[in-house]
């Protein structure tokens, strides 16, 4: 009994505590991002955003969620009540379960997998079911084309991030994503991969049905898409899980490209920052670049979206993938 | 009992059950939910033995693409399926014939299962010692098995060839958009100005 306890109990209690470590903070910065992206765009805008709730509207987040919570849920008639009601759910689980392996910093961890960044690819490819579950349980013609453009979009846009996630990898040498951080060291593949991590960041607003690629919940055409038959929680965990995949798709994009934990520069007053105070800044820069597209870029045509995806992205980042593993074979500089 | 074990046979529950629901259930579309469920747990099989890579890939290949497509054809087609059991007993001869060969040939493969005395002689035991998951099947299939391996992707991509080359055909009525002489318009040429006089039009 007392090995069941320490051998089985003990270790379960720990994980799960550091997943409720891991995952309340995560609500809150999720919820903190609405009222950023509602206050940066005001700014961008020459408005105030919100302002009444709170002092500078600080509390506006809080008497949203309030205000879905006590909403009531409504499911249509010609629904399919079970994958209706999962859907929601599937959207939200997965946004949360990327986190396991998202190091924020030297040692801080959940799961330090061999095989981190795949898992993650596995997950963000799992994100489109959420979506399409939706469309095609809503009974709607609305849901069910948004549903579809978004599950093309995403698949269009994954492929292109798996080749990116390729020539880092080549890079780095490992799988690991504590690994990929720690081959930055000095160097950042920001520099040396800078067009994959502009690509990048295209690949993940259409990943994430972020604006200018917002076509799944494109209001004008299609009344906000796949979540149209959506109210209340349901309607909110869509809501959190979208901007949970956005944090996620961050995380990723400053592990890879922006050396996640590490300083810019080792040098005496940079290191006495702590490492995830430095992830957590990074994350928060790249979160503005999502928000500060939002303001700026008009959405894209679908036809355009897809020749974009396929026809220019896609090739680039193949060339890319040959043009790294060429250039480290060379000049012999593959990682051992 | 072990905590390892348990889960193995929580997965191995669940995958076979998730399976025979692929098979039973009315719904075209739950069969394939059911499906994506079946593939889950196998994945979750596959980390218990501590193949973690095939796990994955199994999980973004066979989930993440595979399956969608299933999805997207069974939502798209709307297949009837309860007409498609009226002509049940008409190929239940053939059906059944091939059943019985795969019951057969999984005999045989069971016949040669050696049972193992303790649970602990088959724990998940990493392939070579030292090296990740990863490592070692990169070693294999890109040293021993190198020319077979290409070979695989040149079959592939014979296949992605041979789809397209079956589904494009020229409408003749297709307007495609070329981006080149659409940047290159200006001034000169797209916009006219004109003294329209009043109750005339153009």
């Given at each position: 009994m007392d090995s069941l306890w320490t051998g089985t109990i003990w270790p379960l209690a720990v994980i799960v505590f550091y997943i409720l470590l891991i995952a309340v903070p995560l609500m809150v910065a999720m919820a903190y991002l609405t009222y950023a992206e509602r206050k940066i765009i005001g700014a961008m805008q020459l408005r105030q955003g919100p302002m009444t709730v709170g002092p500078y509207g600080l509390l506006q987040p809080i008497a949203d969620g309030v205000k879905l919570f006590f909403k009531e849920t409504v499911i249509p008639t010609g629904a399919n009540k079970i994958v209706f009601v999962m859907a929601p759910m599937v959207t939200f689980i997965l946004a949360l379960v990327g986190w396991a392996v998202i190091p924020?910093?030297?040692?801080?961890?959940?799961a330090d997998i061999n095989?981190?960044?795949?898992?993650?690819?596995?997950?963000?490819?799992?994100?489109?079911?959420?979506?399409?579950?939706?469309?095609w349980a809503s009974n709607s013609r609305y849901a069910f084309l948004g549903a579809l453009r978004?599950?093309?979009?995403?698949i269009s846009y994954e492929i292109a991030i798996g080749l990116i996630i390729i020539s880092v990898l080549i890079t780095a040498g490992s799988l690991n994503l504590s690994e990929i951080v720690m081959a930055q060291d000095g160097l950042w593949y920001i520099i040396p991969h800078f067009p994959m991590f502009m690509i990048f960041m295209v690949a993940i607003l259409a990943e994430t049905n972020r604006h200018p690629f917002d076509l799944p919940e494109d209001e004008s055409t299609l009344v906000t898409g796949y979540n149209v038959e959506y109210s209340s929680m349901t309607f909110a965990l869509f809501f959190l899980g979208e901007y949970m995949n956005m944090i996620l798709m961050s995380a990723i994009a400053v592990i890879l490209f922006l050396g996640g934990w590490l300083p810019p520069l080792n040098i005496f007053p940079l290191t006495l920052i702590p490492g995830p105070i430095w992830f957590i800044l990074k994350v928060c820069f790249v979160l503005f670049c999502f928000i500060w597209a939002r303001a700026t870029l008009p959405r894209y045509r679908y036809d355009q979206l897809m020749r974009l995806g396929w026809k220019i992205l896609l090739p680039f980042s193949l060339l890319w993938v040959v043009l790294t593993s060429g250039f480290l074979v060379y000049f012999d500089m593959l990682p051992r | 009992?072990?905590?390892?074990?348990l889960l193995f046979y929580l997965f191995a529950t669940v995958a076979v059950a998730a399976a025979v629901m692929v098979v039973s259930a009315r719904n075209p579309v739950h069969s394939v939910l059911f499906l994506i469920l079946t593939f889950f747990n196998a994945a979750a099989l596959f980390i218990l033995i501590g193949a973690e890579f095939l796990a994955m890939v199994l999980v973004v290949v066979y989930v993440g693409a595979v399956a969608v497509l299933f999805m997207f054809v069974v939502m798209m087609l709307n297949v009837n399926f309860v007409r498609m059991r009226q002509g049940f007993l008409q190929?239940?001869?053939v059906g059944g014939l091939i059943g019985v060969i795969l019951l057969v040939e999984l005999i045989l493969v069971a016949g040669t299962w050696v049972v193992a005395d303790?649970?602990?002689?088959?724990?998940p035991r990493?392939?070579?010692?030292?090296?990740?998951?990863?490592?070692?099947?990169?070693?294999?299939?890109?040293?021993?098995y190198f020319y077979l391996f290409q070979a695989a992707g040149v079959i592939l991509l014979v296949a992605i060839i041979g789809a397209?080359?079956?589904?494009?055909?020229?409408?003749?009525?297709?307007?495609?958009?070329?981006?080149?002489?659409?940047?290159?318009?200006?001034?000169?040429?797209?916009v006219q100005l004109r003294k329209v006089k009043s109750r005339a039009g153009i």
């Open positions: 924020f910093g030297a040692g801080i961890v959940l095989v981190g960044i795949l898992y993650l690819l596995a997950i963000s490819s799992l994100g489109v079911y959420g979506i399409i579950m939706a469309g978004s599950s093309a979009q995403m | 009992m072990t905590p390892h074990l190929y239940l001869p303790t649970p602990e002689a088959i724990e990493p392939t070579t010692a030292g090296l990740t998951n990863t490592e070692a099947l990169g070693n294999v299939f890109y040293t021993e397209i080359a079956l589904t494009l055909r020229d409408r003749g009525n297709i307007r495609r958009q070329d981006i080149g002489e659409q940047v290159h318009r200006d001034r000169a040429s797209a």
